[in-house]
């Protein structure tokens, strides 16, 4: 192993090197993540998972280890021990109010808690890239922050937390991260293939809470109130005229309305319908336009039937947006570090991904890790009560994420 001397990225020995320790560390990654899958836990009550991560990190002598960030997140820093700049690696911990149907033999020991996204192999994964990172210290010009968040499903109703709260806590700064790094498991992606894509990748994700208020009435005789159950199914159909003739048809729009509420009876016309429901979007702009256009619908659907609508349009997560520049560098590093025919490009998702916070706070680039595997099973969606998947992928997310960090790093120390 030796230093480096090019500007353009870590070099092959630094690659065999991360390839060694992490064929070394492999069983442990595997054990963390059956650990962490046995015992999991909701969003903002991670207490568990955080003692056993910040455990850890001590244990392989990570150099500063910050607990109960936005609550249960913890925030450890790898110094290396030549000068440079630092660069984070995070990972999620939280888990889903699913029953899990896996029979897996470390199966969720929690009732009606299951890791359904994959929190606990992000989680294993980053504890495994930190051990690496640690082996290769002396080599490493600048330092590695780890952010272990919590609550990325989106913290309980009148809490905070999540990204959002981990940046308002600091966790950017001291030192200040000059670029973030983080994957996300894909049961659709072969294990051994990672994706990405430039621009938007994962969904803005816009929360809506519509009340249609009328006047309560007779259902024979309805002229005598003001019905806001035919207002609000005007309004339902009026909201999918947005992307088909509002937007620009060659950009990505969902609207959809989950929840219903009207407590009339099968004679009575009742005064109030609550409606909750979504708004996906994968461009900034676009956000806006359809914010725009959804008040104005709404509002003049309901005025059109004497009713009267108010809007709660919720913020619950900006588009994840890649770097182009870091994504470009970042690109070139997984296709080194895992081979260029593993590495492919994807269509944006439109669910949502809370890192959308940090990327646009300091340049990220987010990818996606393939865990899909037929022989053995792995092949149900994310959040779904069967999600298992193939745990020979996680030695390739330490060995991705490892790299990512070290090549990062290299790649700036010459520029400055
Ligand atoms: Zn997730």
New binding site residues.
């Given amino acids: 192993m030796s230093t480096i001397g090019q500007a353009s990225a870590a070099g092959a020995e630094w690659r065999e090197e991360v390839q060694r320790l992490t064929g070394q560390i492999a069983p442990d990654v595997v054990q963390w993540r059956r650990d962490f899958h046995a015992h999991p836990e909701l969003s903002n009550r991670e207490e568990r998972t955080a003692r056993v991560v910040a455990e850890q990190l001590r244990a392989m002598g990570v150099d500063d280890v910050r607990t109960d960030v936005a609550r249960h997140g913890v925030v450890a820093l790898i110094r290396g021990r030549r000068p440079g700049r630092t660069v984070a690696l995070r990972a ?1 911990m939280d888990a889903l109010p699913i029953e899990e149907e896996t029979g897996l033999p470390f199966a969720s020991q929690n009732a009606r808690v299951m890791h359904a ?3 606990d192999a ?1 989680t294993a994964i980053l504890l495994g890239a930190a051990k690496v990172l640690v082996a290769m210290r002396e080599h490493i010009p600048g330092s590695v922050k780890l952010l272990f968040q919590p609550a ?2 989106g913290p309980p109703a009148g809490e905070e937390g999540g990204a959002k709260l981990m940046i308002q806590e600091g966790a950017l700064e001291n030192p200040p991260v000059a670029a973030i790094f983080g994957l ?1 498991i894909n049961p659709e992606l072969e294990s051994g293939k990672v994706s990405y894509r430039f621009g938007g990748m994962m969904a803005a994700v816009d929360r809506i809470r519509i009340v249609v208020t009328g006047k309560q009435s007779h259902g024979g005789m309805p002229w005598q109130g003001v019905d806001p159950v035919v207002a609000s199914a005007h309004i339902i159909t009026a909201l999918q005229a947005i992307p088909a003739r509002h937007i620009d048809a060659r950009q990505p729009v969902v609207i959809s309305i989950g929840v219903v509420r009207a407590e009339g009876a099968w004679n009575i016309i009742p005064d109030q319908v609550e409606l909750l429901g979504t708004v996906r979007t994968l461009d900034p702009e676009i956000r806006r336009q359809v914010a725009e256009q959804f008040h104005r619908t709404v509002r003049q659907t309901a005025a059109a039937h004497g009713t009267k609508a108010e809007i709660a349009y919720g913020d619950y997560g900006p588009v994840l947006l890649n770097d182009a520049t870091l994504g470009a560098q970042a690109v070139k590093t997984l296709q080194r570090a895992i081979g260029s025919e593993n590495v492919g490009e994807t269509r944006p998702l439109m669910g949502g ?1 809370d890192f959308a916070h940090y990327a646009l706070k300091t340049p990220g680039f987010f990818f996606f890790l393939g865990v899909r595997n037929e022989q053995i099973g792995a092949v149900h969606a ?1 959040h779904t009560p069967q999600m298992v998947l193939d745990e020979a992928a996680l030695p390739l997310g330490v060995r991705a994420m490892a790299m990512l960090a070290l090549d990062y790093l290299a790649h700036n120390q010459a520029s400055e």
């Fill in positions: 999620d996204c994959g929190h992000h990325e499903e996300h991904e994310l």
